[in-house]
């Protein structure tokens, strides 16, 4: 039985990523289940639910790190669709990734532009879909 902070965490992550967040808390659990809980329970379940900062401002702080550290594009993906599933506009992610150039350089923030571009492009392909129905 999952814990009241395990629940609590995946309604957030759904709240950010929709199905996405169980797909990938899914991949993660099929490998090792404690890293799975640990991912939903300490971030989702503890600070993303603090009141403080909005989801909003919390996505594009995450998108900030991500940008920075320049080796988690998979992550970095995730987290600019949840930018944009709590309001942010694509221009704010991009000016997000643009101001990230003075902390991790061209390279890193070029590798997180191009990976923005894939997020937006899956989502214009998914819109063309639908809209086509």
């Not at 937006?120 to 392909?125: G, Q």
Request: some cysteine.
């Amino acid at each position: 039985m999952p814990s009241q902070q395990y629940v609590e965490g995946m309604q957030e992550m759904r709240s950010h990523f929709g199905s996405a967040a169980d797909q990938w808390i899914k991949a993660i659990r099929d490998i090792y289940p404690e890293f799975a809980k640990i991912n939903v329970e300490f971030p989702f379940g503890e600070l993303y639910r603090r009141d403080i900062v909005d989801d909003k401002t919390r996505e594009l702080c995450t998108v900030a790190a991500l940008t920075v550290q320049g080796f988690a594009l998979p992550e970095l993906k995730v987290h600019v669709k949840g930018a944009l599933n709590t309001g942010s506009r694509r221009e704010e992610i991009l000016e997000i990734i643009t101001q990230m150039i003075a902390y991790c350089g061209f390279p890193g923030a070029t590798n997180a532009l191009l990976a923005a571009k894939e997020v937006f492009d899956e989502i214009d392909a998914s819109s063309d879909v639908t809209s086509k129905s």
